[in-house]
């Protein structure tokens, strides 16, 4: 059994920066993939990043490849993703995900989730 908490998100203008943080409970925490999805009310998740077991390989939506960047402290059982030059259409409440299937990019195949954090970007 795992336990995702995020933090970290708020309020920020438009070309601003946040850095999101997750932090997982479990004793197998390092040998998880992990990832961060995006909500938008009304609309499904959105697949962000995602992350190795051991931090080498790393994957990006193309709306956010070049300006988020994904890590990993497997010691401080902890996941983060940093966001720059934010702009409005990255407001969302975004997910620490643990563990996937075969298709990172789907939500069903992640299969611990956070509570979420919202990030606003104003322009």
């Known amino acids: 059994q795992v336990q995702l908490v995020e933090s970290g998100g708020g309020l920020v203008q438009a070309g601003g920066s946040l850095r999101l943080s997750c932090v997982a409970s479990?004793?197998?925490?390092?040998?998880?993939?992990m990832g961060w999805f995006r909500q938008v009310p009304g609309q499904e998740r959105e697949f962000v990043a995602a992350?190795?077991?051991?931090?080498?390989?790393?994957y990006y939506a193309d709306s956010v490849k070049g300006r988020f960047t994904i890590s990993r402290d497997n010691a401080k059982n902890g996941v983060y993703v940093q966001m720059n030059s934010l702009k409005p259409e990255d407001t969302a409440v975004y997910y620490c995900?643990?563990?996937?299937?075969?298709?990172?990019?789907?939500?069903?195949?992640?299969?611990?989730w956070g509570q979420g954090t919202q990030v606003t970007v104003s322009s």
């Open positions: 995900v643990a563990e996937s299937g075969s298709d990172y990019r789907h939500q069903n195949s992640w299969y611990y």
């Open positions: 479990g004793r197998t925490f390092s040998s998880y993939r």
């Open positions: 992350i190795s077991w051991n931090g080498d390989g790393t």
